[in-house]
């Protein structure tokens, strides 16, 4: 971002995501070995239960982190299970009608975009999550359920899809003039994704008018499942400041790590040239095997982002997610070093 950059990396934005930690002398600890690292960004998860009982907390390592000429960032991390993250969502225990249907009637534990009371709990987060302090607000892999990331493989048929809630099925046939089938049909797709860039558009609408920035990552992938066909259909949106994605190649790559890795680099460079945005490519830093392939894949795809002329480029997460066993690296202290020493 130019607003707060000290300029320390020639130019381009670098930073880490942070969680875990909500002890302020802690917190600046590691605040400080990462301006020492030469980053200059860094983003705040901001989960439900830190909205809940952190928010002056959340907002203290906010006002450290600026102190330290830091650009901050806050996400709502997995909030309402619709966002990236490892983090559980109240909302969807005490609202389940608010929650997402597949069409094959089934109810699951996500929240629905179209859900009236969704929308509201989300204003609500984005007015708490602006209010911290935050420069930007990172919109991350807002995505419809996918059965597959809940290893419930076996539950639902392959062309399952979601959502048919109430809410949906009565705003579809406002839309269309007839009944939502239960097929996955053109005028669904169309339907979901106008859903999704209409709840984006709430939301940062909200962030907008506190003057606060926006992102959005979207997933790797240019499908419907997991955000949208077109990226333009956002990216020429004028609310968005932030186009980004994260192209974590163990996870999605068939082939090559930095192939991938520039892919969707050029995707987003380009796409923002455009549009007038800035660009951001997140490298992967959780969930690696241990071993020189791994660091050098990990120096290899951060040269890559950065080469291909994105304006920031982060890693998920801060020390390789070394403090949250499900995915932490292998060797986190080598992949997070890589990441470091690769950065200009
Ligand atoms: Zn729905």
Known sequence: MEHESDDRTDGIETGTSYFGVRDRRHVERDLDRFVESGLNAVLHTFSEADQEYYQDTMAEIVDASHERGLTVYVNPWSVGRVFGGEAFSEFIGRHPQQCQVMSTGDRVGAACFNAPRFREFMREWTRDAAELGADVLFWDEPHWYIPAWHDQQDQFPDDAWSCRCTHCRTAYRERFDEPMPVAHTERVERFREQSLL???????????????????????????????????????????????????????????????????????????????????????GFRLDGGSDTTDAVRATTRTAIDSGVDSVFMWGYDACRSISSIACEEPDAVWSAYLEELP
């Open 198 to 284: 209409s709840f984006l558009n709430e939301m940062m609408a909200v962030a907008n008018e506190m003057g606060t920035q926006n992102a959005v990552c979207l997933l790797p992938s240019e499908d419907s499942d997991h955000g949208l066909r077109n990226w333009s259909d956002l990216a020429e949106n004028p609310l968005l400041d932030v186009l980004a994605t994260d192209p974590y190649w163990l996870i999605h790559a068939d082939g090559s790590p930095t192939e991938f890795v520039g892919y969707f680099a050029d995707t987003v460079v380009s796409l923002a040239q455009t549009h007038d945005l800035d660009s951001q490519i997140w490298i992967q």
